[in-house]
């Protein structure tokens, strides 16, 4: 198992390109399952959640080729099975329940796991899916739900929910009649996969809005798509620049999409313009403390909150992170206040005093968005940092260790 060494002090000045969205790629690989004939995926990312994803599309008889392209040919599925060692590790794996019920007439799914990082139960989905006729069931750790052909119906979310949005979007696309999502979810990731949804001959309108309606389709064939950039990604590398006072260019980066970090940096002193392509942020002289509150997009996203921690640790004043999507989301604060940070924690908020430096220290990673924080910490921090436990990171971005090096700092990947 490898982990992080950095050398913090440095800062980060040149130009990072952004690789496809993992949380856009992982729906619209899913969606292969929907179609007869071969899709081809383009600019997919390198990580180990899409290496989990093609293990599992492969286990329902699909045939996967490719890496940042990708082809799918699911023309003949022979199981609907996805076993608790693959899913276990995602809990994005429950997208693939709607597409097999949708077109299989049947799936039984393990219960999903993935990061720690609270409850996220996927009651949502199988209420939707009971309301659109099938029949589900709950046996041995196995989500068991079978239909004859779905049908359409108005599903109403009760909290907006970006995978249930996903999966029951999915399975809309081959039930009969028409389905309406409201409070549906409005990430532009959603938007993404309802574009590949059409190209296979969905028909879907409103996506990208809290009402999306979907007329079912007696069929669909495969079809081309591209992923869109990580805004996650392009977030983390923003912050970075930030909070090392550096200069960098992050291509690939639609502003639009992380207009609310853009917003907050500014508050916080940064220097933030739009450039061909991306965004160019530079660090000034002073970081100033700011209030965070994460909500559903186009609120300030919580995949972010953590690494905007690391910003207000360093900053001037005391600024408070208020978490409004998941009810466990600050494990990565015992690891900060390791490295010095002055931070208490009240319930779903946090409280940051800023101090003038972090210090390098032996951390551990406790999930995805945790990991990236603790290495944009070591970044800033003074001395040495040894991130452990870094597979979290590997779930969710291509080679950080690589791309932070050629933006000049001193970060490299060990044995541990």
């Keep these: 198992m490898d982990k992080m060494i950095i050398e913090g002090g440095e ?3 040149g130009t990072v390109e952004i690789s496809g969205a993992k949380n856009a790629a992982l729906p619209i690989l899913v969606s292969s399952l929907l179609c007869e004939g071969r899709s081809t995926f383009h600019n997919v990312p390198e990580l180990m959640d899409i290496k ?19 082809r799918v040919d699911a023309d003949r599925l022979d199981n609907v099975e996805a076993s608790y060692d693959l899913v276990k590790t995602m809990r994005a794996s429950v997208l693939v329940l709607g597409p097999l019920v949708a077109r299989m007439g049947r799936a039984r799914v393990s219960l999903p796991g993935g990061c720690a990082i609270g409850a996220r139960p996927v ?3 199988l209420k939707a899916l009971e309301e659109m006729g099938a029949e589900v069931t709950l046996q041995d750790g196995y989500i068991e739900a079978k ?8 599903i109403y979310f009760d909290i907006q929910t970006v995978t249930g949005t996903e999966n029951i979007m999915m399975a809309a696309c081959l039930a009969k009649g028409t389905t309406v999502l409201k409070n549906a979810a409005k990430e532009p990731e959603i938007v993404n996969l309802a574009e590949v949804l059409k190209a296979m001959g969905a028909r879907i309108t409103g996506a990208g809005t809290e009402t999306i309606t979907i007329e079912g389709v007696d069929r669909m064939t495969g079809a081309e798509g591209t992923v869109m950039p990580d805004r996650i990604e392009a977030g983390t590398y923003m912050i970075g620049a930030a909070i090392t006072g550096g200069d960098v ?3 690939g980066c639609d502003p639009l999409y992380v207009d609310a970090l853009i917003t907050k940096l500014i508050d916080a002193g940064i220097t933030v313009e739009t450039i061909p392509r991306g965004v160019r942020v530079c660090g000034g002289n002073g970081i100033r403390s700011i209030d965070i509150k994460t909500m559903p997009y ?8 953590a690494q905007m921690m690391v910003l207000l640790a360093v900053g001037n004043g005391l600024g408070v992170v208020t978490e409004t999507v998941f009810e466990n989301r600050f494990m990565h604060v015992a690891e900060l206040i390791r490295m010095g940070a002055d931070i208490i924690v009240q319930g779903g908020c946090a409280i940051v005093k800023g101090v003038p430096a972090l210090k390098g220290a032996p951390v551990m990673a406790t999930d995805l968005r945790a990991s990236a924080c603790l290495v944009l910490a ?10 452990s436990r870094i597979y979290h990171l590997d779930r969710g971005y291509q080679r950080m260790e690589e791309k932070f ?3 000049g700092a001193r970060i490299r990947r060990v044995p541990a």
């Design 11 to 13: 800062k980060l000045k």
């Design 52 to 70: 989990t994803v093609v293990k599992l599309i492969r286990g329902f008889g699909a045939e996967v080729k490719g890496a940042k392209s990708i």
């Design 123 to 125: 009651n949502l989905h």
């Design 147 to 154: 239909a004859s052909r779905l049908r359409g119906a108005t």
């Design 249 to 251: 260019n992050v291509l």
């Design 298 to 305: 186009p609120g300030f996203p919580t995949d972010l909150q």
């Design 378 to 387: 070591g970044l800033v921090a003074e001395g040495k940092t040894e991130l």
């Design 405 to 407: 090096s050629a933006l």
